[in-house]
């Protein structure tokens, strides 16, 4: 395969999904990026599929902890639509929930 998607058990799909995350890897600047995120919050309910479309942005929470002092504690925040810091932008954390690639 050309592509390589992890993704947590709680994720939906919209049509066009793989379009668009493959449009965001070429406008990475990187020659090997990988998109890596918090996805948002989706659970069904009785009244049909709800699911947030905030942009979680990863932040460091803490280092050390636990007695291991190499442990690094990763959250997210949500960013109102309006926040600069919207859209593509390099990180130096991955988390597993939610990571797409070239499979090269």
Not at 8 to 33: N, T, V, Y
Not at 57 to 70: C, L
Request: aromatic share 12%.
């Amino acid at each position: 395969e050309e592509y390589v998607l992890q993704i947590d058990s709680h994720s939906r799909f919209e049509p066009g999904w793989d379009e668009l995350l493959i449009d965001m890897l070429s406008r990475c600047p990187s020659p090997k990026p990988v998109l890596a995120l918090f996805p948002p919050n989706y659970s069904p309910d009785e009244r049909g599929d709800q699911y947030t479309r905030e942009v979680m942005r990863t932040r460091v929470v803490g280092i050390g902890g636990d007695g291991d002092p190499q442990f690094v504690h990763l959250n997210a925040d949500f960013l109102h639509a309006t926040d600069v810091r919207i859209g593509l932008y390099p990180t130096a954390w991955w988390v597993g929930c939610f990571m797409f690639a070239r499979s090269e």
